[in-house]
């Protein structure tokens, strides 16, 4: 099963609202977790890492007032789209690595489903 | 130069052939590669993982890196249409060798027709 979950898997908000999107870690605590966003046809472009009990570090050009992150516990990451226009369409992805897992072992990034946002 | 680069495709190759997807990436420092598989509309699983030069396999699929020219490949034999998705290739970010965090190439579009 899912050791990273996101929810929702697809929100509709209308233009100007804010929508907020979690991931969490189910069989693990992750104090490192990462957004990433994916616009059709495109790869992964990471947003963001989300740092349990501090502040998220941003990639350059990503508006850290616009897409708020917040990981008050070590399995939960939740990421806010504020103010959403239509061009934040997209989808989201979080992951995570389980800090115990060997790095050599291979499988231990772990990524949520994704989360289809669609901005109307 | 974008930090980890791949043909986008579509790599079109008949059922039952090898199909060869390439990544080169720019960071020297980089230890860690992975190549997923990601199937339209959702998020993307775990093909292969290498952190040393030359071949592994596993099962149809074999992962070879070369460091030195860094330079990353997957091989999958004998093609099925099921392996029709795009291929993305991860290399993890410098200075975070344990944390996870991953850049990804643009993916490559395999074709594998019947």
């Known amino acids: 099963g899912a050791v990273v979950s996101q929810h929702p898997s697809r929100v509709i908000c209308k233009s100007g609202t804010s929508v907020k999107i979690e991931c969490r870690s189910l069989?693990?605590?992750?104090?490192?977790m990462f957004w990433y966003r994916q616009f059709p046809k495109k790869s992964l472009m990471l947003m963001a890492t989300s740092n349990e009990g501090s502040k998220a570090t941003y990639e350059q050009g990503v508006e850290k007032d616009k897409f708020l992150i917040n990981h008050a516990s070590l399995t939960l990451s939740t990421l806010t789209v504020t103010s959403a226009h239509p061009e934040d369409s997209s989808f989201y992805i979080c992951?995570?690595?389980?800090?115990?897992?060997?790095?050599?072992?291979?499988?231990?990034?772990?990524f949520g489903e994704g989360s289809w946002l669609t901005v109307v | 130069q974008k930090e980890v680069e791949q043909n986008s495709g579509p790599l079109s190759v008949p059922e039952g052939a090898i199909a060869s997807l390439n990544c080169t990436y720019s960071?020297?420092?980089?230890?860690?590669f992975f190549w997923y598989r990601q199937y339209s509309g959702k998020s993307p699983e775990l093909i292969m993982s290498i952190y040393s030069n030359g071949d592994k396999e596993d099962g149809r699929f074999t992962a070879q890196l070369n460091k030195a020219s860094q330079y990353v490949s997957l091989l999958i034999r004998d093609s099925q249409p099921s392996d029709s998705a795009t291929y993305l290739c991860a290399v993890n970010h410098r200075g975070s060798s344990n944390t996870g965090k991953l850049i990804f190439g643009q993916g490559t579009t395999l074709q594998v027709k019947p």
């Open positions: 960071d020297r420092g980089s230890q860690s």
């Open positions: 069989d693990f605590q992750a104090t490192t």
């Open positions: 992951s995570a690595r389980d800090p115990l897992d060997s790095w050599s072992s291979g499988n231990t990034i772990y």
